[in-house]
C-alpha cells in the first residue's frame, strides 16, 4: 500500500512541477492509476521479431533480471534473517551481479537489428561503467578487513 502511495506522490508532484494535472481518472484523485498501469503491464502483447533469434531474444532479459535476483542471496536483511550465510558472500555479490550485462547484450543481438545492438551495448556499458567503481570500492573495504 505504501508503494501506491508513493508512486501517487510522485506522479502528482511531478505534474505539479510541470505544470499538468497528472493522474486522476482512475479511481478517486488518481489513487488506482499504478494498479491500471500494472495491469496494462501483464496483458501487453509479447512481441518477438521476425528475423531475429527469439531464444536469446527471450532469454536475455531473465539472465538480467535473475542475476540481480540471486545477487540478494547474500545480503543480510536482519540479524537473524539471513538467507545464504557464506564466507566469500561479497565476491559472489560481484560475481553474480556482473552477469547482468551479458543479458541486455544478449537481447540486444536477439533482435537482429542494429539499433537493438546498440541499445544493448549502450546498456551494458552503463552497468559495467557503475560496476567498476563499485566493485573497487567493495573490495578495498573487503581487503581493508581481511588483514
Partial sequence: MGV???VWL???ISAG???RIG???AGPLGILQALADGTKL???EN???SRGDTRLFSIGPSIAVISILLSYLVIPFGYRLVLADLSIGVFLWIAISSIAPVGLLMSGYGSNNKYSFLGGLRAAAQSISYEIPLTLCVLSISLRVIR
Wanted: charged share 30%.
Fill in 4 to 6: 501506491l502511495v508513493i
Fill in 10 to 12: 510522485e506522479r502528482e
Fill in 17 to 19: 512541477i510541470q505544470q
Fill in 23 to 25: 493522474p486522476e481518472y
Fill in 42 to 44: 501483464l496483458f501487453k
Fill in 47 to 49: 512481441l518477438l521479431p
